[in-house]
């Protein structure tokens, strides 16, 4: 089936340092990567929504500077989280959508855990 | 809007009882997917099963079962027999059907935790 593969599964980073996290769909091609993100105990909220090869739209309140994300290929997408602060210490899961499979096949990556000190 | 509502947070049975985890949904589409998905401790979401808005049979995989109910809104997913390996987070989540060449994002409930005791 589907896989996603999300790098890295855990980063501890300091304060003020970039982190880029990586999603790469392994045997599809995906026109469409979103990216969630997951506060302890909580539901998984989307930040944004990349096409490749165009830029990624961010949902209301989600900092476009500060959550980079850049999908240049097919198969890779990436998401840098910028001068990383302690509240940004969160699970960030991506999901991507298979080309010719428009509602369905949302395949996710295992996820990245975050903790910035 | 869409939304999904998991109104139970946290549910703890002992291992070989039957569960039920509700959903609710809203949506202004006819046309929509709904989804349940499986968060174990180490994170990762497994996906369980996808329903379209256009079948409302009930399915059943081995000890897991769904009840889409159009009339009520509501997608449950039953456990029978419970399994400690059971214990996650179970998110339901819908997708409503997108203008053509658009994007269509899934919208999640907030989650129920299941917990299940040897």
């Known amino acids: 089936g589907a896989v996603v593969s999300q790098h890295p599964s855990w980063v501890i980073c300091k304060s003020g340092t970039s982190v880029k996290i990586e999603c790469r769909s392994l045997?599809?091609?995906?026109?469409?990567m979103f990216w969630y993100r997951q506060f302890p105990k909580q539901s998984l909220m989307l930040m944004a929504t990349?096409?490749?090869?165009?830029?990624?739209?961010?949902e209301q309140g989600v900092e476009k500077d500060k959550f980079l994300i850049n999908h240049a290929s097919l198969t890779l997408s990436t998401l840098t989280v910028t001068s990383a602060h302690p509240e940004d210490s969160s699970f960030y899961i991506c999901?991507?959508?298979?080309?010719?499979?428009?509602?369905?096949?949302?395949?996710f990556g295992s996820g990245t855990r975050l903790t910035v000190v | 809007a869409q939304k999904v509502t998991q109104a139970q947070t946290e549910i703890s049975v002992v291992e070989k009882e039957d569960v039920t985890l509700d959903c609710v949904y809203e949506?202004?589409?006819?046309?929509?997917?709904l989804f349940w998905y499986k968060q174990p401790p180490s994170g990762e979401l497994v996906f369980l099963i996808r329903?379209?808005?256009?079948?409302?049979q009930n399915e059943i995989s081995g000890r897991y079962s769904w009840n889409f109910q159009k009339s009520t809104s509501s997608f449950n997913f039953t456990i029978t027999a419970s399994q400690v390996v059971d214990s996650a987070v179970y998110f339901c989540?819908?997708?409503?059907?997108?203008?053509?060449?658009?994007?269509?994002?899934?919208?999640f409930g907030k989650g129920i935790t299941l917990s299940v005791r040897p």
């Open positions: 949506t202004r589409d006819t046309t929509y997917y």
């Open positions: 045997d599809f091609q995906a026109t469409t």
């Open positions: 999901s991507a959508k298979e080309i010719g499979r428009p509602n369905y096949g949302y395949t």
């Open positions: 989540a819908l997708s409503e059907a997108p203008p053509i060449g658009a994007n269509s994002k899934l919208t």
């Open positions: 329903r379209n808005s256009f079948d409302e």
């Open positions: 990349s096409n490749e090869g165009s830029k990624a739209t961010y």
